[in-house]
């Protein structure tokens, strides 16, 4: 049992370390007209909602689990539902960490695109957006919501099958 928490927690953190070596912005720019400014943003926002999209299913199957785990079930079948969470957050934690790259990537072309080309290069909003975010620190909601409330939820996992004996 303490093998399986111990192996998990392993994978984990070799996970971890290895998105982290894997995380690096793109520094080429593209030459984009106009039109290949609109067509990019169009592609953040498409890529930003597929990614919340299978956020929330797996936001969702970390509730049920949770539920599933409180029934008067036999405790080897809590620690299996335990098991079974912990190995689909493992999963899609580098799922969204590389959806996310790619998200910024993108952003930081139309960034690029700002300060070469000018506000009338870029549609109105993007402008403002880049303003916006340009005067606060900030983890950004879809690193929130895609990677970190994920990584909080493998941890109380993990935390949650140590605990249980």
Request: glycine share 6%; net charge positive; with cysteine.
């Amino acid at each position: 049992m303490e093998i399986v928490v111990i192996v998990s927690v392993l994978i984990a953190i070799v996970v971890f370390i290895l998105l982290l070596c894997r995380m690096n912005d793109m520094k080429k720019d593209y030459d984009l007209t106009v039109e290949g400014a609109v067509a990019l943003r169009k592609r953040v926002e498409y890529e930003d909602q597929l990614l919340n999209s299978r956020t929330s299913i797996v936001l969702t199957l970390n509730g049920l689990m949770a539920v599933a785990a409180g029934l008067t079930i036999p405790c080897a079948a809590r620690l299996a539902v335990a098991g079974v969470i912990i190995i689909v957050n493992l999963l899609w934690i580098p799922c969204a960490v590389e959806a996310h790259g790619y998200i910024k990537v993108l952003t930081l072309q139309l960034k690029r695109l700002l300060k070469t080309k000018g506000s009338q290069a870029i549609p109105i909003d993007e402008c403002i957006r880049q303003e916006f975010l340009a005067n606060r620190c900030r983890i950004g909601t879809t690193r929130f919501m895609s990677i970190i409330i994920p990584g909080l939820l493998l941890f109380g996992w993990v935390v949650a099958l140590v605990l249980a004996k």
